[in-house]
């Protein structure tokens, strides 16, 4: 049975919501605060994952993780952020639908990190391969590139909404990532203990002195204005290295050199527009302008971007008024001259969480508005896909009611009467517009609706509301109340740049200063107002809305535990606030008003089948019945559940719970169970390694026993036969010495009578002053004619050609002898150079054979007439043996047909012989099939007759792997030639000892565990011609060989 885990097993708290009982508000937070102690940070609501920000990490991320949720059930295993991720890829790589992830909660609880868990996790169980990994591994770095991030009291960086698209494989091609509510203000003014964009920091920390020159900047962040001083180190930030890591991710995401390059300056002018400062100055009609107090910044700037200096510095100075054909250039005041300027789809949605600050203005407000667009949709689709699945389940459905946030989403964005249709309408009209009549218009129009508050308006139950000053509004959130201050609200959505800024950026020599300021193209030039931030974030948050309505919604709501930003601490009242305007209590709700808990039939008999009989261990139908059965045991009341298509669904957690219980008791008698058997299991099993170690024990005893006294008599042997050889070679080497020095002295003795005599018989007849010349000539010429005449007679060329011409004369003995000497090694020499190397291979083995069995075997003079050829099979040419030859990895040294001799009858039976370097090998002559393989160095000798017989035994090692059915007896034709081979093989073996050849009638053969004698006799003339082998008795195989002429 395979065993698998689930959101059940060991759980702390309740890891869905939906089975918590009873259902409160306070059981609901209790629950949250004994996962978060216990870092269990993810819990359900159904399908919905609830995220609690553990502010440290947690060693829950690894790659075996990964592969734990890699295509398993969502609720297979205990709540966790891959299984969202794993059940959102699945259904849109299998189910071909597309998918969007909704990431919403307030800003500090863990969004961006999620989204980027979430991607993470798809790029790390999708396919593999150079162009996917090159685009996984964009879409993960582009987080250092677009996240827009600083250092504030909440954590802000932009909202970002990412597509990701898929090919039919699951693979992803690319992706398309929209940026939301960028707080563009913050390059100018930062609250206090905040800091401006980290990329300022990172450049002037992390960046090379090198590249600093090039940008015209100072390490020294006190010199720049835009960049604050009390927050500008923050604890646990390295800047430098998130430089870098910036840096390369630019690489990954496309960028080359030079675009980083442009981006970099562009960075750097912002610092130097933060530094150039202007003072008002009259002119003489009255009007004020405004002149630049220190022109070295704006130099900098001007050759950083490629812009001429007096363009930007008039640009900075006026601007220009068209109407129709007309233009008006007009003077800016200091106060206007400040730098305003400062295939299948996933859809992953971070973004900003709702907000309540005690200043809440503009960007609140629109923040605000996109998470009621957002909780809307959420309400609407959770809706509208649990009916979907009580619908596709077959199972009845009651529509429950629910608070609809719509009326608050028309408040703000309705065309005619909407918030922000009256901020555009003030905007837009002429005469005195601030934020005071903006306030006024809402004061008239608004003041009638629920959720609108205000102290000036008609409502006269607000007038003595002291909590609501007289320049602020408050709406009633789904969220709670939020207090909005006026102050600003008109100047923040009319966000203009004027065109003479936009025109002068359009003439820099900078390419990406060009595509950024499209709008400065003079041949472009648009009269028409361009729409203010409010209408554009509307336009985007429809967009948004339209897109994710088209897809699987799958949501992660993120809670902050504290304010501290701090690990293990939990404020009761922060997460209980955010559990009610996220509407998770509404949420379980919603799932409990049908069925708490629902599970496919599969794995739900799989983990309750031991609580009936019948369906235990193995249930053999259908799922579906196993499960029917199972609750029909059970006696579960038939309204507590209701069988769907695919699933059953519980309603009570109740019901649930009494099925864990029973089959926790279950589990208890199934595991004392297992602990007997297992006991037993091992209690028998040491008793029969106790057994088998007793019997090895004994038998390495008597090996021991047995080795020992075979040493003693071998080391004693070994001492008797060095003293017999030793006395032997001595008493040799006395004789030899003994007979040399007699010939030595006979020789002396005739030499000095020889010449005693010839020159007493000579010295008479010569004068002495004439003796020597006569004699050197006499000497010379008797030289000359037996050189002269041995030239004439020399015998052939024949190097076994034992003639020789006879000496003349004997003092010629000597030079006699050495000539003939000379002569022989010569005629060898001249003799072997007519040799190829395999002729001298074939002569080596006939010399080999020679030494082996001349005087030994008498069937060695009849072989030695015929060439060794060596494949007589040709088994490298003939189809028939391929199989046979590819079986072989070594080269065939020799083929041949041999008759393996059966020790039950004698008969011989035909095999092929292959002989390697390495094995010889015995294959079925018929089919090829190899029936033996023996390792040469298993070959401890081999036996023959003195006979002309070709029987031969391979004897073979005892305790070697090839020596379990014993030795092979065979018959072969060319016996002579493979004893020779093997023999050659073990020889030129440096590894191996060199073959013994046991040359005698009569030997022993190991067959299994017997022994057999082979005996050769000659036959008579009753046996006929040939060699006949037969058995007499089970120890005894007697070989009739015929008697030779």
């Given at each position: 049975m395979e065993v698998k885990t689930s959101l059940l097993d060991n759980m702390i708290g309740v890891g869905d919501m939906v089975l918590l009982e009873p259902l409160s508000e306070d059981s609901f937070l209790d629950n949250l605060r004994k996962r978060f102690d216990h870092n269990e940070i993810y819990t359900y609501i159904g399908s919905v994952v609830i995220s609690m920000n553990p502010y440290r990490s947690l060693p829950i991320y690894t790659p075996d993780k990964v592969e734990e949720y890699r295509n398993r059930n969502f609720y297979e295993l205990s709540p966790h952020i891959y299984a969202l991720a794993d059940e959102a890829y699945r259904s849109l790589r299998d189910q071909d639908k597309d998918q969007c992830i909704l990431i919403t909660g307030e800003s500090g609880a863990g969004k961006t990190e999620a989204s980027k868990l979430v991607m993470s996790y798809v790029a790390a169980v999708c396919g593999k391969g150079q162009e996917v990994n090159k685009v996984k591994e964009q879409l993960l770095q582009s987080n250092p590139v677009l996240e827009g991030e600083s250092k504030t009291l909440h954590p802000n960086s932009g909202g970002k909404y990412m597509d990701i698209e898929f090919d039919f494989k699951g693979d992803p091609l690319g992706g398309v990532i929209s940026n939301y509510l960028l707080e563009k203000s913050r390059v100018v003014k930062q609250p206090r203990g905040e800091r401006n964009f980290h990329i300022f920091y990172q450049l002037l920390s992390g960046a090379s002195d090198d590249t600093l020159k090039q940008l015209k900047l100072d390490r020294d962040f006190s010199k720049y204005n835009y960049l604050s001083l009390d927050s500008a180190v923050v604890n646990g930030l390295d800047d430098a290295a998130n430089f870098r890591t910036v840096r390369n991710a630019m690489q990954i995401v496309g960028f080359m050199e030079d675009e980083v390059q442009s981006v970099l300056e562009l960075v750097a002018a912002v610092l130097k527009l933060g530094n150039i400062e202007f003072k008002p100055e009259s002119r003489c009609n009255g009007t004020d302008e405004s002149r630049i107090k220190d022109k070295n910044d704006l130099k900098e700037m001007c050759e950083l971007l490629g812009i001429e200096q007096s363009v930007l510095e008039r640009a900075f100075s006026y601007r220009t008024v068209?109407?129709?054909?007309?233009?008006?250039?007009?003077?800016?005041?200091?106060?206007?001259?400040?730098?305003?300027?400062?295939?299948?789809?996933?859809?992953?949605?971070?973004?900003?969480?709702?907000?309540?600050?005690?200043?809440?203005?503009?960007?609140?407000?629109?923040?605000?508005?996109?998470?009621?667009?957002?909780?809307?949709?959420?309400?609407?689709?959770?809706?509208?896909?649990?009916?979907?699945?009580?619908?596709?389940?077959?199972?009845?459905?009651?529509?429950?009611?629910?608070?609809?946030?719509?009326?608050?989403?028309?408040?703000?964005?309705?065309?005619?009467?909407?918030?922000?249709?009256?901020?555009?309408?003030?905007?837009?009209?002429?005469?005195?517009?601030?934020?005071?009549?903006?306030?006024?218009?809402?004061?008239?129009?608004?003041?009638?609706?629920?959720?609108?508050?205000?102290?000036?308006?008609?409502?006269?139950?607000?007038?003595?509301?002291?909590?609501?000053?007289?320049?602020?509004?408050?709406?009633?959130?789904?969220?709670?109340?939020?207090?909005?201050?006026?102050?600003?609200?008109?100047?923040?959505?009319?966000?203009?740049?004027?065109?003479?800024?936009?025109?002068?950026?359009?003439?820099?020599?900078?390419?990406?200063?060009?595509?950024?300021?499209?709008?400065?193209?003079?041949?472009?030039?648009?009269?028409?107002?361009?729409?203010?931030?409010?209408?554009?974030?509307?336009?985007?948050?429809?967009?948004?809305?339209?897109?994710?309505?088209?897809?699987?919604?799958?949501?992660?709501?993120?809670?902050?535990?504290?304010?501290?930003?701090?690990?293990?601490?939990?404020?009761?009242?922060?997460?209980?606030?955010?559990?009610?305007?996220?509407?998770?209590?509404?949420?379980?709700?919603?799932?409990?008003?049908?069925?708490?808990?629902?599970?496919?039939?599969?794995?739900?008999?799989?983990?309750?089948?031991?609580?009936?009989?019948?369906?235990?261990?193995?249930?053999?139908?259908?799922?579906?019945?196993?499960?029917?059965?199972?609750?029909?045991?059970?006696?579960?009341?038939?309204?507590?559940?209701?069988?769907?298509?695919?699933?059953?669904?519980?309603?009570?957690?109740?019901?649930?719970?009494?099925?864990?219980?029973?089959?926790?008791?279950?589990?208890?008698?199934?595991?004392?169970?297992?602990?007997?058997?297992?006991?037993?299991?091992?209690?028998?099993?040491?008793?029969?390694?106790?057994?088998?170690?007793?019997?090895?024990?004994?038998?390495?005893?008597?090996?021991?026993?047995?080795?020992?006294?075979?040493?003693?008599?071998?080391?004693?042997?070994?001492?008797?036969?060095?003293?017999?050889?030793?006395?032997?070679?001595?008493?040799?080497?006395?004789?030899?010495?003994?007979?040399?020095?007699?010939?030595e002295a006979v020789t002396t003795i005739a030499a000095f009578w020889h010449g005693t005599q010839v020159r007493r018989e000579y010295r008479k007849f010569f004068r002495a002053n004439a003796g020597k010349k006569i004699y050197d000539f006499t000497i010379q010429r008797i030289m000359q004619k037996y050189f002269l005449g041995l030239k004439t007679t020399l015998p052939s060329m024949s190097p076994i050609d034992k003639n020789w011409p006879a000496r003349p004369y004997r003092f010629l003995d000597g030079v006699h002898t050495e000539l003939r000497r000379i002569f022989h090694l010569w005629r060898c020499k001249k003799y072997r150079g007519q040799f190829t190397e395999e002729r001298k291979a074939v002569y080596e083995e006939k010399l080999e054979a020679s030494e082996i069995f001349k005087d030994k075997k008498a069937l060695y003079p009849s072989s030695v007439s015929q060439p060794f050829k060596g494949d007589y099979l040709e088994i490298s040419k003939n189809p028939k043996y391929q199989k046979l030859n590819s079986a072989v990895d070594e080269k065939v040294l020799l083929a041949d047909v041999v008759n393996k001799i059966n020790r039950a009858n004698g008969k011989g039976t035909a095999r092929i012989f292959l002989l390697t370097k390495k094995s010889v090998v015995l294959a079925d002559q018929k089919t090829g099939q190899v029936k033996a393989s023996v390792p040469l160095p298993d070959v401890a000798s081999v036996s023959v007759s003195t006979q002309s017989d070709g029987f031969f035994a391979l004897k073979l090692k005892e305790g070697s792997a090839s020596a379990v059915k014993g030795d092979f007896l065979l018959s072969s034709e060319h016996l002579i030639e493979i004893i020779t081979k093997l023999h050659r093989i073990g020889v030129t073996a440096a590894d191996r000892e060199q073959l013994n050849i046991d040359i005698s009638d009569e030997f022993l053969v190991q067959f299994k565990q017997d022994k057999v004698c082979v005996k050769f006799i000659q036959g008579g003339p009753k046996n006929g011609s040939g060699v006949s082998c037969k058995r007499k008795n089970n120890r005894l195989l007697e070989v009739s060989v015929p008697t030779t002429a």
């Open positions: 068209e109407a129709k054909m007309e233009k008006v250039s007009t003077t800016l005041n200091v106060s206007q001259a400040q730098a305003k300027t400062r295939h299948k789809v996933m859809g992953v949605l971070d973004i900003y969480g709702f907000e309540i600050f005690e200043d809440n203005s503009f960007e609140q407000f629109i923040i605000n508005y996109c998470n009621e667009k957002l909780q809307q949709i959420f309400i609407e689709l959770t809706l509208r896909e649990e009916q979907e699945e009580y619908v596709r389940e077959g199972i009845e459905w009651t529509n429950i009611e629910y608070f609809n946030n719509a009326i608050i989403c028309d408040l703000i964005e309705n065309n005619q009467n909407g918030i922000l249709a009256m901020l555009d309408e003030e905007c837009l009209r002429p005469g005195t517009v601030t934020d005071e009549t903006f306030l006024d218009k809402l004061n008239t129009i608004c003041a009638e609706h629920q959720h609108f508050e205000s102290r000036l308006s008609k409502n006269s139950k607000f007038l003595t509301d002291h909590s609501l000053p007289h320049n602020c509004f408050r709406i009633q959130h789904y969220a709670g109340k939020v207090l909005y201050r006026v102050e600003g609200f008109v100047d923040k959505n009319n966000d203009l740049l004027y065109r003479d800024l936009s025109q002068a950026m359009y003439k820099a020599n900078h390419s990406l200063i060009k595509q950024l300021f499209p709008e400065g193209n003079p041949a472009k030039v648009n009269l028409k107002r361009p729409l203010t931030a409010g209408s554009q974030f509307k336009t985007s948050v429809g967009t948004l809305m339209k897109n994710l309505q088209t897809k699987n919604p799958n949501y992660i709501r993120c809670i902050k535990p504290n304010d501290k930003k701090a690990s293990h601490i939990f404020t009761d009242s922060l997460v209980r606030h955010q559990v009610r305007y996220l509407g998770l209590m509404e949420n379980v709700r919603v799932r409990r008003a049908g069925y708490a808990f629902r599970q496919a039939y599969e794995p739900c008999l799989e983990r309750y089948k031991m609580l009936c009989k019948k369906t235990w261990p193995h249930w053999r139908g259908p799922a579906r019945e196993g499960v029917e059965v199972l609750m029909a045991d059970l006696q579960v009341p038939a309204e507590e559940f209701s069988y769907g298509r695919s699933k059953i669904f519980i309603r009570n957690p109740r019901t649930l719970f009494f099925l864990e219980e029973r089959r926790r008791q279950c589990l208890q008698d199934l595991a004392t169970l297992i602990q007997k058997i297992y006991r037993g299991w091992k209690c028998r099993s040491q008793f029969l390694l106790l057994k088998q170690s007793q019997i090895v024990v004994a038998a390495w005893y008597r090996r021991f026993a047995q080795q020992k006294k075979y040493q003693n008599i071998k080391s004693a042997t070994t001492v008797v036969q060095s003293y017999t050889r030793g006395w032997q070679a001595r008493k040799l080497l006395r004789e030899l010495k003994y007979q040399k020095r007699c010939e």
